[in-house]
């Protein structure tokens, strides 16, 4: 066996030019390690942005239906803060045909704050007793 084979087999460069390459991989390493965190640390981010952005659609979606049903603007509000079950703002729009919720919430990512938002849309039920209708 030769002196370069022997050096290979215990895990060492032989040969010429082998002798700076010692460290490549750790320096590789330090330069990839934050690309990677940074990687993940995006994903997990958009992770959560999701996740907040469908419980502000299901809260929206539960108070525009206590809306349509003749609950009054506060009811709405709570029944909203309450599905969502973290901070946020409600705004209920009652005008027109449809009434119409939009739950928002901070989000706190590591880059900077972003809200996300929710609406949903439903139309008001009639009050009162139902008409009779003779054929």
Do not use: K, Y
């Not at 299901?58 to 525009?64: G, K, L, Q, T």
């Amino acid at each position: 066996m030769s002196a370069r084979a022997g050096a290979r087999a215990a895990g060492r460069c032989a040969g010429p030019g082998h002798q700076t390459e010692r460290g490549g991989v750790t320096a590789e390493l330090a330069v990839a390690l934050p690309a990677v965190v940074l990687l993940l640390m995006t994903i997990l981010g958009a992770a959560v942005v999701g996740r907040v952005q469908v419980e502000c659609a299901d809260a929206a979606r539960v108070a525009a239906r206590q809306a349509s049903l003749g609950a009054s603007a506060g009811e709405v509000r709570q029944v909203a803060l309450s599905a969502l079950a973290r901070e946020g703002t409600v705004s209920i729009d009652a005008g027109g045909e449809w009434v119409r919720v939009r739950v928002s919430s901070p989000v706190d990512l590591v880059l900077g704050d972003l809200v996300v938002s929710g609406e949903a849309a439903a139309v008001p039920e009639p009050q009162g007793p139902a008409p009779v209708v003779v054929p």
